[in-house]
């Protein structure tokens, strides 16, 4: 990986996969405003990982974790489909870029309006 990836603020030498995620560098949806990551593996997961119980308990195997995220680093538009991974991957691989971010997605203010919609009280 190069240090003009479009994910990566730091890098880790002994692999490709990027120790921290720099939020401001990712390549955003021009749909929803958010990281192309984020839009590939949610999509990639309500495809295939929907009717998979405890999916985000599974954790997928390291080799095809790191996969995952070495393809959305070089190409945050790749096709999942065609890496041909278990959707555990691609669940372990999303988490993991979740927490390497250098800052949150929602600020504290999208957080708390994301608690209010959906706390029991506003549920039908």
């Given amino acids: 990986m190069t240090s ?3 994910l990566s603020s730091h890098e880790n030498t002994h692999h ?4 921290r995620l720099n939020l401001s560098r990712c390549i955003l ?3 929803f405003s958010i990281p192309m990551f984020v839009v590939q593996c949610i999509h990639f997961i309500e495809e295939h990982g929907l009717t998979i119980e405890g999916l985000y308990r599974i ?11 070495n393809k ?3 190409n945050p538009h790749a096709d999942l489909n065609a890496l041909q ?6 669940a372990t691989a999303f988490k993991d870029m979740m ?11 999208q957080f708390d309006d994301c608690q209010t919609l959906t706390s029991k009280s506003n549920c039908i």
Avoid: C, M
């Avoid at 490709?16 to 120790?19: G, H």
């Fill in 4 to 6: 003009s990836s479009p």
């Fill in 16 to 19: 490709q996969v990027p120790i």
């Fill in 72 to 74: 959305l680093v070089e």
């Fill in 85 to 90: 991974v278990p959707v555990s991957a691609v």
């Fill in 99 to 109: 927490r390497k971010l250098d800052e949150p997605i929602l600020s504290l203010e």
């Fill in 29 to 31: 949806s021009t749909e």
């Fill in 59 to 69: 954790s997928g195997h390291k080799n095809q974790v790191e996969f995952v995220i």
